[in-house]
Nanobody, 124 residues
Framework: QVPLVESGGGTVQAGGSLRLSCTAS????????IAWFRQAPGKEREGVVG????????EFADSVKGRFTISRDSAKNTLYLQMNNLKPEDTAMYYC?????????????????WGQGTQVTVSS
């Protein structure tokens, strides 16, 4: 079973919204840090937000504060990234990633198991 599967990407105009989903296996969802990262063309991968198994989260990117919200649905083993007031600079491939533990979820270096990604494109 693939550990992480992302969906929900697409193309929207600036100011619009998208909700990304990351579905995990039972084990991964319940026992590991899971985070959202993104990578724009020609740029390094950037952490967006990390979550603890119990639901607490840590924001990595100041640029998304107040616009992006993360949530969990335990019945579906799914994390959601609600993205509002999207800007052209949010255009990127968005990845869901699993950490190596259930603690220190703020440590971006621990994430080493990646989903296939979902593309988000924001037009001006």
């Amino acid at each position: 079973q693939v550990p992480l599967v992302e969906s929900g990407g697409g193309t929207v105009q600036a100011g619009g919204s998208l909700r990304l989903s990351c579905t995990a296996s039972d084990d991964v969802y319940s026992n590991y840090c899971i985070a959202w990262f993104r990578q724009a063309p020609g740029k390094e991968r950037e952490g967006v937000v990390g979550t603890y198994p119990a639901g607490a989260y840590v924001e990595f990117a100041d640029s998304v504060k107040g616009r992006f919200t993360i949530s969990r649905d335990s019945a579906k083993n799914t994390l959601y990234l609600q993205m509002n007031n999207l800007k052209p600079e949010d255009t990127a491939m968005y990845y869901c990633a699993r950490g190596v533990s259930s603690t220190h979820c703020s440590d971006k270096s621990q994430y080493n198991d990646w989903g296939q990604g979902t593309q988000v494109t924001v037009s001006s």
